[in-house]
Every structure is written in C-alpha cells, then in structure tokens.
C-alpha cells in the first residue's frame, strides 16, 4: 500500500484536532504549523473531512475546524475514505468485481485478503489512539516485529 501525502496530512490533522480542546475551534493555520503541513493543501484536506461528516467548521474570528464526532469513533480508515476513496482498489474497482482466467483465478482472492488486513490496522486505530500514544494491542505487536521495519 502506498500512503499519499494527502493521506498522512489527513490523519496528522485529524489527530491534532483530536488531541486540542473540543470546546474551542482549531484554526487551520495552526493546524498547519503544528503538523508542517503546507496550508493550501491542508484547507483542501480540511474540505475533504468536512464532507465526509469527520470534521465541521466555523467562519470567523471565533471560527475554525473542531471534530464532528468524538475522536474514539473515527478510524483511520475513515479518513483514509475521506480524502482518497476504498483502502483498496485494483484499477480502481473492488477487488470482488474483478474476475482473471486461467493460472491468475486466485488472484482476485489475493487482492481481497491484502484489503482485509489493511481493514485489520485502519479500522481499528481511532484518532483517539493515536493522540494518546496507545495503540491496540495487536497493532503494538504488528509494529514491534523487526521485521516490520525492514523495507523490502
């Protein structure tokens, strides 16, 4: 899986809207500060999640981006779907609209296991988690493995 620019700015906006104080607005500009990420390119993000109900916001002095829900029930696979669609497409199809003949049959059952163990991460890691710093259990374990650090 290649993650985007657009995709990792998402998810580091969305948990720093998680780790602020929900009452108050964050604004944008100190989103992009805090994360390093470049503001033209952030407000887009931003109009992204908006869409996608993961965020809202106000105009104005008072204005800014808050969470639209708490942050232990969005997922990285909600913001992952916000700004760029499914985890896992072939060609842009659904790995289980897809059909190959002969040898490559298998294939499409391939495709459909690498998108279950994406969902197996991203759905279960909530902004919430990250913002604290404690991950679940079997996604400590997965990232504790050496092996998982070695680029292939």
Known sequence: MRISAKVDYAVRAAVQLAAADGDKATKGDAIARAQGIPLKFLENILGD?????????????????????????????????????????????????????????????????VRASLRSVAEQVTLADIAAGALPEHVA??????EAWVTR
């Open 141 to 146: 374990a997965l990232a504790s493995d050496p």
């Open 49 to 113: 999640l908006r869409h996608a109900g993961i965020v809202r916001s106000q105009r104005g002095a008072e204005g800014g981006y808050w969470l639209n829900r708490p942050a232990n029930e969005i997922t990285v696979a909600d913001v992952i779907r916000a700004v760029e669609g499914p985890l896992a497409s072939v060609r842009g199809q659904r790995p289980e609209d897809i059909a190959y003949e002969g040898p490559a049959e298998p294939l499409s059952k391939v495709w459909i296991a």
